[in-house]
């Protein structure tokens, strides 16, 4: 079970917890998250419990709510992609993100939680790389991936979905601009 805290670039992911859940249903039904995602129905109070009590003691998949200033403002997780494999243990994770709170949409900072979580997951587990899928029709997800150092490997499902690949070396040169960015509104805030 995730009881791991991650904090970097001023935002700070929490292990999702029960009191949680009402919350992350309420963003996941928004409207603009929904369309997003593959399974893209409503989700009833009870699936969200059962969604819960499945993932909360799982080892091959993590799930964090993000604080940025003391407020929630979204969700991240990670999933092995090995057979069998803990979060830990796997060279090849998946990972997902959902901004609920809109101000922070489309901001700067919606790139924080990625960037705190990657960081994690390549210096203290066995992380090779990060895997993605995205709806073909989702640009933002494609570009927010592209700006990471994601690249395009494979098209599946007639051209509705593309599989795109994150390699250590790739994200630390494609990030360098970002971090920097949101390190350095951390520094000027304090000064």
């Known amino acids: 079970m995730n009881t791991t805290t991650v904090t970097g670039y001023q935002v700070t992911l929490v292990p999702i917890t029960l009191e949680h859940q009402a919350l992350l249903r309420q963003w996941r039904n928004s ?3 929904k369309q997003c995602m593959f399974s893209n129905g409503t989700i009833s109070e009870a699936q969200q419990l059962t969604w819960f009590n499945r993932i909360k003691g799982c080892e091959n998949e993590w799930h964090w709510i993000v604080s940025y200033k003391g407020a929630f403002i979204g969700s ?10 803990s979060v830990s243990e796997s060279p090849e994770l998946e990972a997902g ?5 809109g101000r ?3 901001n700067i900072l919606a790139f924080a939680p990625t960037l ?3 960081d994690y997951c390549f210096e203290q587990f066995q992380t090779q790389n990060f895997k993605a899928r995205v709806k073909a029709t989702n640009s933002a997800a494609i570009h927010y991936n ?3 150092g994601y690249k395009t490997i494979r098209t599946e499902e007639q051209g509705s979905v593309l ?6 070396n790739d994200y630390q040169n494609s990030t360098k601009m970002l971090k920097q960015f949101l ?3 951390v520094k000027n805030k304090r000064g």
């Open 31 to 33: 409207p603009d998250i």
């Open 76 to 85: 991240t997780n990670i999933k092995a992609t090995a057979e069998g494999a």
């Open 97 to 101: 993100l959902y901004i609920g709170e």
């Open 104 to 106: 922070y949409k489309n």
């Open 116 to 118: 705190a979580m990657y």
């Open 146 to 148: 592209q700006k990471l």
């Open 163 to 168: 599989e795109m690949l994150l390699t250590f």
């Open 183 to 185: 390190s350095r509104s």
